[in-house]
């Protein structure tokens, strides 16, 4: 099946900005024979002791959706199909946004987060000073 690996993670001050990435690594067709370019990729994060929230999504056509408010105007998810890979480009950090950074994939349209059939390992963001 799909097999999704994030990058990009680490430690910054407050202010500071992060580029994380969603790659496929290795298979790029999931077990029913849907390719990447075919599956709205979302990123969550999850904070110690909290529950995994989502960020944004972004479906197979293009489209984009903000699920927190605190990030709104700063954070802007984008794709390149051509690199199976999806970005999430996270601006003017704060410590609020530290928590362990998912990306997971579903056929065509982002949903909920129990819809998601293929996760990521993640990669950590501390926002610390």
């Known amino acids: 099946h799909l097999q999704l690996v994030e990058s990009g993670g680490g430690l910054v001050q407050p202010g500071g900005s992060l580029r994380l990435s969603c790659a496929a690594s290795g298979d790029t067709v999931d077990e029913y024979g849907v390719g990447w370019e075919h599956h709205a990729i979302g990123w969550f994060r999850q904070a110690p002791g909290k529950?995994?929230?989502?960020?944004?999504?972004?479906?197979?056509?293009?489209?984009?959706?903000n699920d927190q408010d605190s990030v709104k105007g700063r954070f802007a998810i984008s794709r390149d199909n051509t690199k199976n890979t999806v970005y999430l480009q996270m601006n003017n950090l704060t410590p609020e946004d530290t928590g362990r950074y998912y990306c997971a994939a579903v056929p065509l349209k982002c949903g909920e987060i129990r819809s998601f059939d293929y996760w990521g390992q993640g990669t950590q963001v501390t926002v610390s000073s």
């Open positions: 529950e995994r929230e989502a960020v944004s999504c972004i479906s197979s056509s293009g489209r984009i959706t």
